[in-house]
Nanobody
Framework: QVQLVESGGGLVQPGGSLRLTCVAS????????MAWYRQPAGKERELVAS???????KYGDSVKGRFTISRDNAKNSVYLQMNSLNPEDTAVYYC????????WGQGTQVTVSS
């Protein structure tokens, strides 16, 4: 079956960095658009960043210039490098794979606090 497994979350101080990793299995990874979403407590899930099969990237306005999404098709993986983190980035971060159907990971918690 399809599995998306996120890792790399944790507690970080404001101004710090984290790198999230999502490893996919059960799909032919290359054609999928991969994305990171986040959901702060009590709020709706929102798009953080996405990368298409051809490498086109898109970012949410609140993370532009701070976050970078990348993918490694040989490793069935997508990454999210997060720099200059602030408390408003605190959320559960989810990985999504999509073509016609969509698959989600279970999420990884990122907490930005001093």
């Amino acid at each position: 079956q399809v599995q998306l497994v996120e890792s790399g979350g944790g507690l970080v101080q404001p101004g710090g960095s984290l790198r999230l990793t999502c490893v996919a299995s059960g799909i032919i990874f290359g054609p999928y658009t991969m994305a990171w979403y986040r959901q702060p407590a009590g709020k709706e899930r929102e798009l953080v960043a996405s990368v298409t099969s051809s490498g086109y990237t898109k970012y949410g306005d609140s993370v532009k210039g701070r976050f970078t999404i990348s993918r490694d098709n040989a490793k069935n993986s997508v990454y999210l490098q997060m720099n200059s983190l602030n408390p408003e980035d605190t959320a559960v971060y989810y990985c999504k794979a999509a073509i016609t159907a969509s698959f989600w990971g279970q999420g990884t918690q990122v907490t930005v606090s001093s």
